[in-house]
């Protein structure tokens, strides 16, 4: 219970309550006032004095006045919030404002409470001492309105106006009605309404962004019937093309009606062009539906309409509208009656914007959005033209030129004030000035962001006006920016006393919201060689009032006049062109940027280039460069730099260009880029920064996920780089990708060329053996450097102890899409040394279904592109240009290996093949293309040298590995392979290709003949047959057997060879034939890209079977020139003149009881031999 105290101060006696002994915050003292008292609209001021006792922490209090109201139920209202004090501040007087609302509408006494946040702890709640306690009238509601400039015969007694919003939200706009009016002497008209209204900003206390009045009454109406429904009359006007139509000067009241499609206030609606029509000085009010919607039609003028209280978007133009001039209209309070669940199907009007502009076509000149539910202005152009009933009839909208936007003005919007989107002009013309201009736009009050951009390339923003938004501009996705010949203000202490005495929304609304001037982009979006290019030039532009913020609303987390999107730093470091010429920043605090901020979540490497020295603190330079303040950004510039407010520095007189170098994430921790001045011999260590989001991301091989980078901001000059580990040693991060910026605006930056890179020694026979790091079992207790290709959950590779193929621990990777797979990055250094080398791919993998069950739907057979089996896919990344070394591109060789038959999906699958070794400055490879919502499970993997072995380039020739190790098919087609047991001559294993629809598509294989030599002689033979007996010595496509073919590619000259026959008639037990021949190796054949031996001619409606195949170098032996010269290996190298001129048999016994001869027989001329 509140007793009362007094003491004595400087001789006089002062009385106050003294509060003590409280176990919950909300003991204080407490009031009951006369509910009569609070009068709408009017501004009450409260006050009071307060100390505390018995905590040393600060401590905040607040009033609440609460109670039942006529029409808001149970209202507990907080008019005043108190700061933190101190028990050792004594006495602290707290006071403020508030308006009456109809949340302090009582229907009996209120109690008004002090409320304390002392929550109990071990010191107990403290005691509190309150005086001069009171709430007391300050000021009437406005009873009229002082409109400059006009004429008094305007406005007539009995009209109707609507006066915009002065707060953050749209429903905070009035309506009145005009008692009286009266011309004053200075030539103002005085507006005297029937009921007062809530003051508003007016242009002479808030120049160029008080509210707007209009008068909404007119002589013309048309009123829809209102049945409680929300369905009103609507005026269409409706495909009648060439036709003038004129619609002016009338009231549309409770038109339109709710979520039916084309039932709108007023709709021009399919017209084509209509020149001449004009929809001007209407207005409507309390429309169910939209107020003036353009689908469909050009050529309209759309002028000084006012739409206020408005169910779905105010003005609304569609994708093929086109040529229309909308010109100084107003739209004010749009409503949410709109809703997902009662939106027409394919429309947003949920979304209730002031301006919702769906074509780039149309004219937008001084009109005002003022209380969208969303936006003031949405501009959103699709990637498609979709007309009449949203059929696509024409192709994507955001590469057209857009139309005149200028002097248009937004506010009170609960979103954006302009929410411009998808601007992609700048690629159809290519044309720097030929791009979308946005001119003087205003953005005030807008309790998001002011301004909008997203995906707009090659944007050109002159002149404008922000004052009270949470962020003035917000740039997201977009490169090419020119913002230019902009005031922007923070949150104006007007406004925000305002919005507090009226209890109405305030900034910082969440209390992770930023405030922010410009909230511009670290990291390019786009990287593509036909990019712009560079991120954003700011020009003559002045910042100011973003040093207050924390002061106003303390859950604002930061206020900055720049500010950086901590959601599109994909390169882990800054690389956001940025230019800034004539710009001035006002604040108390000496903060541009907070460095340390934008360091916290990605950009450690911030550099800002000032053309003019306009953003030196001093003052004093010319040009410079506003950077991080850290060594590694400022150490080789000597005394050229200064520490600024903000964790940053200024750089005087300096030029910076930047490199990045992108590596691999794992193992890389503790390395630096040391980067060495060759003229000064300075140096400095640049630390690597990765994102890490969460498991996905750090191994995922895309974007930057499993990458680090180290980026270098140098003037002009000789360096040298190397990594370094933490002793100081020379290492190399797997890979190095080294990637030049866009040179600055500016003259002296560092460029391509000047940077010369040292990498350790490297032994290539030792380092290159295995290139597959962690490929082994059993050694493996974890999954890096494993990575992935998908973009999709949390955890992807998991280890899975155990479960190896021989007991070991090996590696799980769940998967949802066939293009998804397990990835490594290769050691580039091992890349360059054995480029053009061959190697073998090894590795060992079961495939599951969700349930961890064998998959079913595994079929090695079926090409890869159909998604049916896993195949190994090589990714490098490659320059565009080498010489500028600005953009790469990924280059993918897939199906370098694939998977063995037999396949038991039970068992473990043998992932194989050989490949000629690529390189680039990145390069991964990854298993992929299996079904999808097939798991992999991964283990024995493996990347070696295969050498050229002349006596034996076919492998696995006599299939002595008991699967198709080496071989797979020629061709495409789903073509069947396989893998027969003892069937094959002499009960050996064979190979067996089915389901053929090609002569050609049978069974083959790559070789590596790089150890052979132009003009070898190359030995083929093989054992073949078919389902269907073959023709030996017949040309006829549909009987003749197969020959042996061998291909080469070298440089894209690609040569076919038949290089073996079947010669004799006389088959091996079984109906194996023996077919062989000698090929000369060409020049063109020699070290080729790629080699291969197929077979080749039989029906493709036969089955084809291959046995004991062989190719070898037949090295030269000048005193036997003849091969197999007693026949005594049958046939083996001879063959006939022409096929089908003469036949040839083994004959048993040969000349002198030898074991074999040859009979030639069935010849038609005498040179048939």
Not at 823 to 830: F, G, P, T, V
Not at 1108 to 1118: F, G, H, I, R, S
């Amino acid at each position: 219970i509140p007793t009362i105290l007094e003491e004595t101060v400087d001789g006089a006696v002062n009385k106050y309550w003294h509060i003590e002994n409280r176990i919950w915050i909300g003991d204080s003292l407490r009031f009951h006032v006369n509910h009569q008292c609070f009068m709408l609209g009017s501004t009450y001021s409260i006050s009071l004095r307060a100390r505390f006792t018995g905590k040393t922490h600060p401590v905040t209090y607040w009033f609440e006045i609460k109670g039942d109201t006529a029409t808001e139920g149970y209202k507990d209202n907080k008019p005043l919030y108190c700061p933190q004090q101190s028990a050792a501040d004594g006495w602290v007087t707290c006071s403020g404002d508030f308006v009456v609302d109809e949340n302090y509408d009582f229907t009996s006494s209120p109690e008004i409470v002090l409320v304390t946040q002392d929550e109990n702890d071990s010191t107990g709640y403290v005691d509190w001492d309150f005086d001069d306690v009171s709430i007391k009238f300050k000021s009437g509601p406005a009873a009229g309105l002082e409109v400059g400039g006009s004429d008094a015969a305007r406005w007539a007694v009995n009209s109707d106006v609507h006066i915009t919003s002065s707060t953050l939200h749209g429903q905070d706009a009035q309506d009145g009605r005009v008692k009286a009016v009266s011309q004053k002497a200075n030539g103002n008209v005085v507006l005297e309404l029937e009921n007062p209204i809530t003051p508003v900003f007016s242009e002479k206390e808030t120049p160029g962004y008080g509210v707007e009045i209009a008068v909404t009454s007119r002589n013309i109406k048309i009123i829809g019937e209102d049945d409680g429904t929300y369905n009103g009359g609507y005026l269409q006007v409706f495909h009648t093309p060439g036709v003038a139509q004129v619609i002016e000067g009338v009231e549309f009241f409770n038109m339109g009606q709710s979520s039916r499609k084309n039932r709108f206030a007023i709709q021009l609606l399919y017209n084509g062009n209509v020149e001449g029509t004009s929809i001007s000085s209407n207005s409507i009010r309390k429309s169910n539906m939209r107020c003036i919607s353009v689908d469909g039609t050009a050529n309209a003028t759309i002028a000084s309409n006012v739409g206020a209280g408005i169910a779905g978007h105010c003005f609304y133009f569609d994708r093929i509208s086109a040529d229309n001039m909308v010109i100084d209209n107003l739209a004010s309070n749009m409503n949410n009656i709109i809703n997902w669940n009662n939106r027409i199907d394919g429309w947003d009007d949920y979304d209730a914007d002031g301006f919702a502009i769906w074509s780039p076509f149309n004219h937008f000149i001084g009109n005002v959005a003022a209380g969208g539910h969303k936006r003031g202005f949405r501009y959103y152009l699709d990637w498609r033209t979709l007309g009449e009933d949203l059929i696509n009839v024409g192709p994507n909208m955001r590469r057209n030129p857009i139309g005149t936007f200028k002097d248009n003005k937004a506010h009170s919007n609960f979103r954006q004030g302009f929410h411009l989107a998808d601007f992609e002009q700048f690629f159809q013309f290519r044309d720097p000035e030929n791009v979308p201009v946005f001119e003087n736009l205003s953005a005030y009050r807008n309790r998001e962001q002011g301004i909008y951009v997203m995906n707009c390339v090659h944007c050109e923003f002159n002149g404008g006006f922000l004052s009270d938004n949470q962020k003035g501009i917000e740039i997201r996705r977009s490169d090419g920016i020119t913002l230019q010949d902009f005031v922007i203000q923070g949150q104006t202490e007007l406004f925000k006393n305002y919005v507090t005495d009226n209890n109405s929304h305030k900034l910082c609304g969440h209390s992770g919201w930023t405030y922010e001037g410009i909230h511009m982009m670290g990291t390019l979006w786009r990287y593509g060689h036909l990019d712009p290019g560079f991120g954003i030039r700011v020009k003559n532009v002045v910042l100011s009032g973003f040093d207050k913020e924390k002061e106003y609303y303390d859950n604002c987390p930061s206020t900055e006049p720049i500010g950086l999107s901590a959601d599109t730093h994909y390169g882990a470091h800054f690389d956001y062109k940025t230019s800034f010429e004539n710009v001035t920043v006002d604040d108390g605090r000496g903060i541009i940027l907070d460095g340390c901020r934008a360091s916290s979540y990605g950009y450690p490497d911030i550099a800002f280039n000032d053309i003019d020295g306009s953003l030196d603190p001093d003052k004093s330079a010319s040009n410079g460069f506003l950077v991080t303040d850290q060594p590694y950004m400022t150490g080789l510039f000597g005394d050229s730099c200064k520490s600024t407010a903000g964790c940053m520095s200024y750089c005087a007189e300096i030029c910076l260009g930047m490199v990045t170098f992108f590596t691999e994430r794992f193992g890389t921790e503790n390395y630096k880029l040391k980067v060495t001045d060759t003229a000064s011999g300075l140096s400095i260590d640049i630390p690597g920064n990765v994102r890490t989001y969460n498991e996905r991301w750090n191994t995922y091989a895309y974007d930057g996920g499993a990458e680090r980078t180290f980026a270098a901001s140098l003037p002009a000059g000789n360096y040298t780089a190397e990594f370094v580990d933490e002793f100081g040693n020379t290492v190399w991060p797997t890979y190095a990708e080294e990637q030049w910026a866009q040179a600055a605006d500016c003259s002296g930056g560092v460029s391509i060329g000047d940077v010369t890179f040292i990498k350790p020694a490297l032994d290539a026979a030792t380092e290159c053996a295995d290139m597959i790091r962690n490929g082994d079992s059993a050694n493996r207790t974890e999954v890096t450097p494993w990575l992935h290709t998908k973009w999709y959950g949390e955890i992807v590779n998991e280890l899975k102890p155990g479960e190896g193929i021989d007991g070991g621990n090996a590696i799980a990777m769940d998967r949802t899409y066939h293009w998804t797979g397990i990835a490594q990055n290769l050691n580039s250094m091992c890349t360059d040394a054995r480029e053009g080398e061959w190697y073998e791919f090894s590795a060992w993998m079961k495939m599951t279904d969700a349930n961890g069950n064998p998959s079913t739907n595994i079929d090695p057979n079926r090409e890869w592109w159909r998604n049916q089996a896993p195949i190994m896919t090589i990714t490098d990344r490659q320059y565009r240009d080498v010489s500028t070394k600005q953009h790469l591109y990924n280059a993918e060789h897939r199906n370098l290996a694939a998977l063995a038959r037999p396949y038991n999906n039970t068992e473990w699958g043998h992932i194989h093949g050989i490949f000629k070794m690529p390189t680039s400055p990145r390069l991964w490879f990854e298993l992929e293309r299996a079904p999808d919502n097939v798991k992999f499970l991964l283990d024995n993997a493996s990347l070696t040298p295969l050498t050229c072995n002349r006596d034996g380039l076919v492998r696995n020739g006599n299939l002595e590995t008991n699967d198709s190790l080496y071989w797979d098919i020629w061709g495409g087609g789903d073509v069947v392979l396989d893998f027969l047991p003892g069937v094959g001559p002499n009960g050996g294993n064979a190979l067996k290709s089915s389901s053929r629809v090609h002569h050609s598509w049978t069974q083959s294989q790559v070789l590596n003949t790089d150890c052979v030599n132009a003009g070898d002689r190359i030995a083929f033979s093989a054992k073949i047959k078919t389902s269907v007996d073959c023709l030996i010595y017949s040309w006829d496509s549909n009987q003749r057997c197969n020959d042996i073919f061998f291909h080469t590619d070298k440089d894209n000259v690609r040569e076919y060879h038949r290089v073996g026959y079947i010669t004799a008639d006389t088959p091996d037990e079984g109906g194996w034939h023996h077919v062989h021949g000698i090929h000369i190796h060409s020049e063109n054949g020699e070290k080729p890209d790629l080699a291969k031996l197929y077979f080749a001619d039989a029906n493709p409606n036969w089955d084809v079977y291959t046995a004991d195949v062989k190719a070898y170098v037949l090295e030269q032996n000048c005193q036997a020139l003849v091969e197999n010269p007693d026949m005594e290996e049958k046939d083996l190298y001879w063959t006939y003149t022409d096929r089908d001129r003469s036949k040839v048999k083994v004959i048993t016994p040969g000349a002198g009881g030898s074991g074999h001869a040859l009979r030639l027989y069935d010849r038609d001329h005498s040179w048939r031999g």
